[in-house]
Antibody, heavy 116, light 108 residues
Framework: QVHLVESGGGVVQPGRSLRLSCAASGFTFSSNGMHWVRQAPGKGLEWVAVTSYDGSDSYYADSVKGRFTISRDNSKNTLYLQMNSLRAEDTAVYYC?????????WGQGTLVTVSS | EIVMTQSPATLSVSPGERATLSCRASQSVSSNLAWYQQKPGQPPRLLIYGASTRATGIPARFSGSGSGTEFTLTINSLQSEDFAVYYCQQYNNWPPLTFGGGTKVEIK
């Protein structure tokens, strides 16, 4: 079955960078679009970014555009999110999710806390 | 950006009863709508896509309906494991993909 495992979260100071990873298994990773979705503590879901099956196309939420970069390594079945210039409002659990227009499988998430 | 609005914010229902959750889009999303369930400390789980198609393994007591701007998720005969937060999400016009604010279904 589909298995998605995020890693790389932690506490980081405002303005610094962090890279999240999502290891995928149980499906043909290289044939599927992949997303990052986040959830601030006690809040709802916010879509962050998507990459196409081959990484040739990517789109971002306005709130992260120019600061975050989504990428993938299909040889390693791994999705990434490079987060630069982090802000307090980026504090959230970050989920990777498999899917095209909707999210049919989710990882357990990794917590990113931006605080001085 | 399409804004999704869910109501009510909280729904109190007794086990065995029916829950009816609403989701409204700021403009038509056709039938390009999904529903998710999220329990505390867990990631969301896909319930419905295409406004009315149940995802794999989702019990028949969950049903979705609607099109355009008005959608409903109905949960018949609520079980203890159904008490959770439910989100709708549109995928008709994106980016961005957008979610509603959620409806918490709690035990009455």
């Amino acid at each position: 079955q589909v298995h998605l495992v995020e890693s790389g979260g932690g506490v980081v100071q405002p303005g610094r960078s962090l890279r999240l990873s999502c290891a995928a298994s149980g499906f043909t990773f290289s044939s599927n679009g992949m997303h990052w979705v986040r959830q601030a503590p006690g809040k709802g879901l916010e879509w962050v970014a998507v990459t196409s099956y081959d990484g040739s196309d990517s789109y971002y939420a306005d709130s992260v555009k120019g600061r975050f970069t989504i990428s993938r390594d299909n040889s390693k079945n791994t999705l990434y999110l490079q987060m630069n210039s982090l802000r307090a409002e980026d504090t959230a659990v970050y989920y990777c999710a498999k899917g095209g227009n909707w999210f049919d499988s989710w990882g357990q998430g990794t917590l990113v806390t931006v605080s001085s | 950006e399409i804004v999704m609005t869910q109501s009510p914010a909280t729904l109190s229902v007794s086990p065995g009863e029916r829950a009816t959750l609403s989701c409204r889009a700021s403009q038509s999303v056709s039938s390009n709508l999904a529903w998710y369930q999220q329990k505390p400390g867990q990631p969301p789980r896909l319930l419905i896509y295409g406004a009315s198609t149940r995802a794999t393994g989702i019990p028949a007591r969950f049903s979705g309906s609607g099109s355009g701007t008005e959608f409903t998720l109905t949960i018949n005969s609520l079980q203890s494991e159904d008490f959770a937060v439910y989100y709708c999400q549109q995928y008709n016009n994106w980016p961005p993909l957008t979610f509603g604010g959620g409806t918490k279904v709690e035990i009455k």
